[in-house]
């Protein structure tokens, strides 16, 4: 069965560091999503891209935040610096049309800790 | 804006117990709802989803939900849990044309063997 792969699982940095998650999407998704999801709250979207495009990037905090899908194909999420309320998963999920069907398939996650 | 509601943080159960699980969303127009689960140390997958039809859908491992249009709710439901069913269960909705998912803040159910 094909899946969503992320990576790193785990990363621990400290504050004002950098980071970054990628995703690979199952093949041939057009929509891809980076989610964040904190401790004891269910996802919430940071950016949607629909191909190499963003559809949706209003609650991606762009100060410190970006995320690109250069081919359309996989995504990098980074954030620079980070800080402490950073500390959550790294959601990415991806669904295979352009219309709307609202089935994402979730990748594992990125668990983020910044100390 | 869309939101959803899960009244119940926390259930447990012992094994063989009726389950409910509460969802109430806020959104004027026509929606698609999902049922999404977590077990322990994987990802969020698809339980069910309602897109239109029958408002009693059912999904996977035995689990149904009901569309209430007059409520704004999507509970989901099994007769009869099992040790294996111990997950966070999350709703989500999305409005008919988009592609965003909303997420509810889950619940997290405990089977007692």
């Known amino acids: 069965e094909a899946e969503v792969a992320q990576s790193p699982r785990y990363k621990i940095t400290e504050k004002s560091q950098a980071v970054a998650f990628w995703c690979d999407p199952i093949?041939?998704?057009?929509?891809l999503y980076w989610y964040r999801q904190i401790l004891g709250q269910g996802p919430e979207l940071l950016v949607q891209f629909q191909d190499e495009s963003v559809v949706d990037d209003s609650q991606l905090p762009k100060d410190r935040f970006s995320a690109e899908r250069l081919k359309g194909v996989d995504s990098t999420l980074k954030i620079q610096p980070a800080e402490l309320g950073d500390s959550a998963m790294y959601l990415c999920?991806?669904?295979?049309?352009?219309?709307?069907?609202?089935?994402?398939?979730f990748g594992e996650g990125s668990r983020l800790t910044v100390l | 804006a869309q939101s959803v509601s899960q009244h119940n943080h926390h259930v447990i159960l012992s094994e063989a117990a009726s389950l409910e699980l509460g969802c109430n969303y806020s959104?004027?127009?026509?929606?698609?709802l999902f049922w999404y689960v977590q077990y322990p140390g994987q990802h969020l997958q698809l339980l069910l989803k309602?897109?239109?039809?029958?408002?009693l859908v059912k999904g996977i491992k035995g689990f149904e939900a009901e569309f209430i249009k007059s409520k704004f709710s999507f509970n989901l439901r099994k007769p009869s849990v099992q040790w294996s069913d111990t997950a966070e269960y999350f709703c989500a909705v999305n409005a008919w044309g988009a592609n965003n998912l909303f997420f509810g803040t889950g619940t997290r159910l405990t089977v007692i063997p």
């Open positions: 999920a991806s669904s295979l049309g352009r219309e709307s069907t609202g089935e994402l398939f």
């Open positions: 959104y004027g127009g026509t929606v698609n």
């Open positions: 093949s041939g998704h057009a929509t």
């Open positions: 309602y897109f239109s039809g029958d408002p």
